[in-house]
C-alpha cells in the first residue's frame, strides 16, 4: 500500500483527520477537488460568513449605535466591494494555513477528484484530466455537504442563488428574499438587513431557527426585526422564478391563511444542505448512500467496509465543523488502536448573529417531550451592567437543571459573545456539575459570563442575586 491512510475531502472533518493520522504516525494523503484546502467550511461557510458578519455588524453599529456612545461620523459610506474583497483575504490567509499544516505534517497533498477503484485503492484525476491511483491501508470518507435545493426553487447562482454565492454578490440587494429561516438564513439575512437591504424571510416552520430550544427562535426574531426583517412563518414555497433582474416567489399559507407572492432581486435558499458523495464511486468500494444521501456508519465511524471510515456532513448528526473535527480526530485514534469517545449531546450549536445565539444539551422541548423533571432558570441581559456599558442588552441565558440532581441538563443563550459564553457550559456540562456548583463559582464583575452564573442560581433554586 502507497498509505496508511487516504483521506478524501479537505474540510475541517478531512484535514484535521489527516494531521492527526500524521501525528499518529502514520504515512497519510489527502485529496482535495478545489485548488485550495479546508472544504465548505473555511472556503464558501463558516470563515467567510463570520467575516462578512462582522464588517456588517461594524457598518451597522457605526449607522445606529456610535451617535449614542457620543461618536459622530458624517458622510459613512459602505464600501462593499472592499468588505468582499477583505472576507476573501481573510478566507485565502486561513487556507494558506491548512496548506502549511499539511506541509509541516508531512501529508501528501493531492489535488484532484478522488473516486474508489476497488476498497483500498482511489483515482485521482486532476482539473486537466491526468489520473493517478494511490492504495491506501484505511480510507476517510470526508467529501461533505452542498446546498440541498427543490426543482419549485431551481438556483441560478445569479438571482436565485445559495450560500455560496450570497458571500460574494456584486452589489447589496435591494429586496432580498431568504427562504428558510435556519442558520444560513438568520445569519446571511442578517449580513444584508444590516447593510440596509430590505429582508423578507419565508419559512416552512412556525418561528425561526426551529430546531433550536424555542425561546432562543422567539428573542431571535424580535432582535432580526429591529434590522427592519419581515418573517412569513408556516410557508411552504411553491415557485421561484427569475424574472430577468428580479425574483418571483410563490409560497402557500400552511395555516390556511392568504397565500404569498413576493417580488425581490435576490433570493437566497437555505433549506439545509444534503451530504456529498457525487463522483465518488462508492459502489466500486462496494458502499452505497442511504435515502438522505448520507454514508451509514457505525459507533466506530467504520462504513460497511471496516477499513473504510467517513465522517462530517457526509454522516448522520448535526452538520457544523467542530462535529467533523471531532470525528476526524476519534477515526485517527481508532485507526490507531486507541478507545476515543465523543460525547453528542454536548456538541454546542452556534448562530452568530447579533446577539449570538448558542445552545448546547436538550433544549426545553426535547426534556418536555422526554418527560423529564427539570428546572429552567433564566437571567436576562438588560439586567447585568456588563451588557449595560456595551449597549448589548437584548437576550438571556437559560438553564435547565434536573428537578431532583439539580444537574445541568441543557444551556440556551441570546446575547453578546454567547457564541464564546457557551464553552462555559458545555465544561460544566462535561463534568457533570449541579446548576449550583456553577453558582458558586467566581464570575468577574462586569462580564457578560455573570448571566450564566446568575440563570444557574435560579434553575438550583437559589435564586438571582441580581434582578
Ligand atoms: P466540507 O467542509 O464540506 O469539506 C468537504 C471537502 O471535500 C470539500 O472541500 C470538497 O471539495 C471535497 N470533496 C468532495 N468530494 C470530493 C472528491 N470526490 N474528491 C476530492 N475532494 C472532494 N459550521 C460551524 O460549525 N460553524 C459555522 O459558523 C458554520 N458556518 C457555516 C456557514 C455557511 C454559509 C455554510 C454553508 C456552512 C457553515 N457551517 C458552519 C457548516 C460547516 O461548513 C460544515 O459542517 C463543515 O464544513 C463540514 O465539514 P466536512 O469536513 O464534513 O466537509
Ligand atoms: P437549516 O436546517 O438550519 O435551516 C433550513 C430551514 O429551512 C429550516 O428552518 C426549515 O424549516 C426551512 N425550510 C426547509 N424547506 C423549506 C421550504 N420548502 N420552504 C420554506 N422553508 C423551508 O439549514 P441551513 O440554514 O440551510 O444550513 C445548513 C446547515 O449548515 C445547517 O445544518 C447548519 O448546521 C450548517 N450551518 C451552521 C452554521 C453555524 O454553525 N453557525 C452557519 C451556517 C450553516
Redesign the pocket.
Known sequence: MDFDVIV???????YIAAIRCAQLGMKTAI????PTLG???LN???IP??ALLDSSEHYFNAAHTFAQHGIAIKDMQVDFAQMIKRKQEVVDQTTKGVEFLMNKNKITVHQG???FVDKNTVKVTAADGKTQQITGKNIII????KPASLPSMPIDKKRVIT?TEALKLPEIPKHMIVIGAGV?GAELGSVYARLGAKVSFVEFAGAMIPTMDGTMGKELQKAVRKLGAEFYFNHKVTSVENKGDKVLVKADNTKGGQNLELEGDYCLVSIG?RP?TD??GLENAGLKADERGRITVNDHMQTEVPHIYA????IRGA????K?EEEGVFVAETIAGQHPHINYLLIPN?V?TWPEVAGVGYTEEELKAKGTPYRAGSFPFKALGRARASMDTDGLVKVLAHAETDEILGVHMIGPRTADMIAEAVVAMEFRAAAEDIGMMSHAHPTYTEAFKEACLVASGKGALNI
Open positions: 478524501i475531502g479537505s474540510g475541517p472533518g478531512g485529496i482535495e477537488k478545489y472544504g465548505t467550511c464558501v461557510g463558516c460568513s463570520k477528484v478522488g473516486s470526508a467529501t461533505g455537504s450560500s444560513i444542505r456529498y463522483g465518488l465522517i462530517g456532513d457526509v452538520m457544523l465543523a467542530h467533523a452556534v452568530y
